[in-house]
Structures are given as C-alpha cells and as structure tokens.
C-alpha cells in the first residue's frame, strides 16, 4: 500500500493508492463510498470520487451534531440515526444537546423504538461512538455509557479530551467520567418525562 501526490492543474490534493494484490475490494465504489460515509461524512473539506462517469463528492461536508436543532429537520435526524445505529427503525428519543462550561461536548444520542435484537447477550458493544473535535477515536468506549444503557446510539464529540488519547487513557479519564455522569443524568431525565 503506497500513496503518492498527483499532479493537479488546480488548488487541492490528489492522492493515487497503489494497493497490493488480494485488496481488489478496495477499488469498489460500493466500499469507497461505505468507508468516506463512515468515517469522514463529518470532514469540512470535500472528498470527491473520480469515475468514468464523472466526479461526485461523497462526504456531506458538516458534522450534523455540530449544528444547531433548530437547522436540523426530522428526517436528518433519522437519517443519522440509521447510519450511526446500523438500524432501519425509527428513533423513539432523540437527545441533541451541547454543554458548555467545566467541560465541554456535545452529544446527539438516540433511544431506539424497537429493542435490539441483541440487548441481553453479555457481550453487546456499546453504540455510542466517541470524537474529539470532529475527529472519530472509538466506536467502543465503554466508560461513556453504563452497560445498563447500552441500547443508547448516537456520538459524543468532546473539546476537552487531548487527540491522542489511546482506551488506556480512557479507562482513567476524569473528563470522561464527567460527561458520563452527565450524559445518564440527562437521558434519564428525559426518559422520565416521556
């Protein structure tokens, strides 16, 4: 796998990938455009795909968490919530909400309307993925939600956290045990209400 600066006649970057044999599945445009979706939908810059047919820029360009509720409509909401959640069904809750202060994150965290097929088996991963400052670390940090809510989707995107952070880090991290805190009271204050 080598990646190599193209020539360009205008402003950007143009990346070539020479992959070795056996990884043919990576030039699919089906799989490109799963792997752009996952994990740079969120990237302000655009990622453009270049095919015989013409060029089409895959990412949307903006983190739907970053914006404000009242510019996000319901079916965007729903639309992040079956890419996130990896689910066809429709979101019962949905808490958008940015905390600013002591600490500060910004969490969009969804409550499923119907029960995971998987929600007794011991080894259910957490659906809560963690960003710091736009950039995805971990799709598996157990320390931000109790296991008692691990049917809870959605993303947490702290400003506090240092970039490098590794899931030793985590384990131990006061700020994260803060934003738990705070995210479980919030959740079950609304669950509450409903």
Known sequence: FTVEPAERTSQGTSVTVHLA????????????????????????????????????????????????????????YREFYHHVGHTFDKPWLTLHNKAEGKIEYTSLLFVPSTRPFDLMHPDRKHCVKLYVRRVFITDDCEDLMPRWLRFVRGVVDSQDL???????MLQKNVLVDRIRGALVKRLLTELKKK
């Open 21 to 76: 044999k056996g990884n043919a599945e990576y030039l699919e445009e089906a799989r490109i455009r799963h792997i752009v979706q996952q994990y740079s939908d969120h990237i302000s810059l655009p990622i453009v795909l270049a095919t015989k047919d013409g060029e089409q820029q895959l990412n949307k360009g903006s983190a739907l968490w970053t914006r404000a509720p009242k510019d996000i409509t319901e079916d965007q």
């Open 162 to 168: 240092p970039l490098n952070v590794s899931r030793e």
